[in-house]
């Protein structure tokens, strides 16, 4: 069966735009973005896209390649104090030089919308209210949604970024899953995949999943993401997976659409916790 993040985003994000409009919200996302890094202006504009598609303002912040990263820091505490801003995003990834988690640790938590500062990974971490990482967010809810339950089950995660692994990790612990992380030093990384009754793919590798390294019935979400000749590729072999798993996500489709999904849901929820007044 396949696991339609499509659907899943556009009902999550029906239910938003019900709420903004029946609470008259006033809501506006900020988002700086450095340089002009093609596969960013597509991520960017697709963010001001489904905001405006809910009643949810955008500020979209520009700033040149050659910009100093003083001068980002000092945009972000601008927005901290504005009270009209409900939370921003500091799109990744940065040109050149520039530190991303130097710049997104003076993000205030509240306003946090991609999850990714220490606070909010703390939050996730003990399992305490907070906004939390986007993708791994829309990964549960997902499975959720299909009435995947976690619990009990073995997972397997491949990659242990920031964006899919790391975060992941914690959402699958705290529903009680027993979790196993993979990465580029992991041996023999079909022994593992194939004791998985969940296999999370987010290494941006494409094909690095195959069929031979999965247990028929398992369940398959690709998170990895590479752009060749500018086609989206995953990281699972979706052609012979899909005929031995049970679940599966399409790439793109799948993950993609969930991870906007819980962007414009981090909206409401910094309203919730006071991101703006």
Do not use: W
């Not at 396949?2 to 009902?11: P, T």
């Not at 963010?47 to 500020?59: E, F, L, P, Q, S």
């Not at 703390?122 to 791994?136: E, K, M, Q």
């Amino acid at each position: 069966m396949i696991l339609d993040g499509k659907k899943v985003r556009n009902e999550i994000l029906e239910n938003i735009k019900n709420v903004v409009a029946n609470e008259n919200l006033d809501l506006t996302l900020a988002i700086i973005f450095v340089g002009n890094y093609a596969p960013s202006e597509v991520y960017v504009k697709n963010k001001v896209k489904y905001c405006d598609k809910v009643g949810i303002k955008t500020k979209v912040i520009r700033m040149d390649e050659n910009v100093m990263e003083a001068d980002i820091i000092k945009e972000i505490e601008k927005l901290n104090k504005d009270d009209k801003i409900t939370g921003m995003i500091v799109q990744s990834p940065l040109p050149g030089v520039l530190d991303l988690e130097n710049c997104i640790k003076y993000i205030d938590p509240k306003k946090d919308i991609d999850g990714f500062t220490k606070e909010s990974f703390y939050y996730l971490a003990h399992n305490l209210p907070g906004l939390r990482p986007c993708t791994s967010k829309g990964i549960m809810r997902l499975l959720d949604y299909y009435g995947i339950d976690v619990e009990g089950k073995d997972v397997c995660i491949i990659g242990r970024g920031n964006l899919v692994g790391k975060p992941l990790y914690f959402e699958m612990l705290n529903k009680n899953a027993t979790v196993t992380i993979c990465h580029t030093k992991t041996n023999d990384l079909k022994d593992k995949t194939k004791k998985a009754d969940i296999i999370v793919c987010g290494a941006g590798v494409p094909n690095l999943l195959t069929s031979k390294m999965v247990k028929k019935g398992a369940i398959v979400i690709d998170a990895g993401i590479t752009v060749v000749d500018g086609k989206i590729l995953g990281d699972a072999d979706y052609k012979s997976l899909c005929k031995k798993c049970k679940y599966i996500t399409p790439n793109p489709g799948g993950v993609g659409p969930m991870t906007i999904a819980m962007i414009i849901e981090n909206v409401i929820e910094a309203y919730r916790m006071g991101g703006s007044k």
